[in-house]
């Protein structure tokens, strides 16, 4: 089987929108590195069928192609290989999205304890499984322990030259813990440098860089510099419109900019915002 023509079609599935065709080819891939016996081959699409079926929601298939590749690779004698750890985050990141933290947990620690054995400290997978360790705890109310692992993970995103996007995401990741437990100076710190590296970018605004003026105006309200969040929200809303139009945070940030409004006593502009999160709704 020819895994880069593979790939290549997939990617072209996915560039073109075309996702009622990803299914059929995936399963079409795994047959034919079946018949043909290429276990490469059949892991490889077997991974990229974890994911899809994660990204669509439908984790009881995710969950079952899982549990045969993992069989395969411990036929393989795969299981204390960085391959075999890094199915075990594909797997346990499955868990995790289908609201089982119990079982990612457990998947999770299994990956970390072979990437130790198996790879530098400084390998950029492991900056991909603190991450996702991170987003977990965050979920399951461990917000203490979410920070460390994702400043774990920034301490090493931070050595790449070309993740200064991923860097400044994380960044404001890790700012939006720190407002969680009311650490706002930290998290205010942490977002302004966040902007700082998004607007580096010369093509253009990343599409995360409305969450990080989101969240620097929340730092603002909370300190009471109310026309500093005021001015913060107003730039996130024009970012979010630009990448994502008029949807859910859209709204939510029109009813900021008209909160603050009404605070600072303009109510003529706070009505106008509160009339464009109504058309946002429609």
């Known amino acids: 089987m020819n895994v880069e023509a593979f790939y290549t079609e997939l990617d072209k599935l996915f560039a073109e929108n075309r996702l009622s065709e990803v299914e059929p080819?995936?399963?079409?891939?795994?047959?034919?590195?079946?018949?043909?016996?290429d276990y490469g081959a059949y892991l490889s699409v077997g991974n990229e069928m974890?994911?899809?079926?994660?990204?669509?929601?439908?984790?009881?298939?995710?969950?079952?192609?899982?549990?045969?590749?993992?069989?395969?690779?411990?036929?393989?004698?795969?299981?204390?290989?960085e391959?075999?750890?890094?199915?075990?985050?594909?797997?346990a990141t499955?868990?995790?999205a289908a609201g089982k933290p119990k079982e990612a947990l457990a998947d999770y620690a299994r990956a970390l304890k072979i990437y130790e054995a198996t790879i530098p400290a400084e390998d950029y997978r492991f900056a991909g499984l603190y991450n996702n360790v991170s987003i977990l705890l965050e979920q399951m109310g461990e917000n203490e322990k979410a920070a460390a692992f994702l400043e774990r993970a920034i301490?090493?995103?931070?050595?790449?030259?070309?993740?200064?996007?991923?860097?400044?995401?994380?960044?404001?990741?890790?700012?939006?813990?720190?407002?969680?437990?009311?650490?706002?100076?930290?998290?205010?710190?942490?977002?302004?440098?966040a902007i700082s590296i998004f607007e580096e970018n010369e093509e253009?605004?990343?599409?995360?860089?409305?969450?990080?003026l989101a969240g620097l105006g929340e730092a603002y309200f909370r300190m009471g510099r109310l026309e500093r969040a005021l001015d913060c929200y107003q730039k996130s809303l024009a970012e979010v419109e630009a990448h994502f139009g008029r949807n859910d945070s859209y709204r939510l940030l029109c009813g900021n900019c008209a909160a603050i409004l009404r605070r600072l006593g303009d109510t003529a502009e706070a009505e106008r915002y509160e009339q464009l999160g109504q058309e946002g709704a429609e």
């Open 25 to 37: 080819f995936l399963q079409a891939g795994l047959e034919q590195a079946k018949e043909e016996k």
């Open 50 to 81: 974890i994911g899809f079926y994660r990204s669509v929601s439908q984790y009881e298939k995710a969950f079952a192609i899982s549990e045969d590749v993992l069989l395969l690779m411990e036929e393989l004698q795969m299981e204390e290989t």
């Open 83 to 91: 391959h075999f750890a890094t199915t075990l985050l594909n797997v």
């Open 94 to 96: 499955a868990y995790r």
């Open 155 to 193: 301490s090493i995103v931070e050595r790449q030259p070309d993740a200064r996007m991923e860097l400044a995401t994380s960044k404001t990741n890790l700012a939006l813990i720190w407002f969680k437990l009311n650490e706002n100076e930290k998290a205010k710190a942490l977002l302004e440098e």
């Open 204 to 212: 253009g605004t990343d599409a995360h860089y409305g969450a990080a």
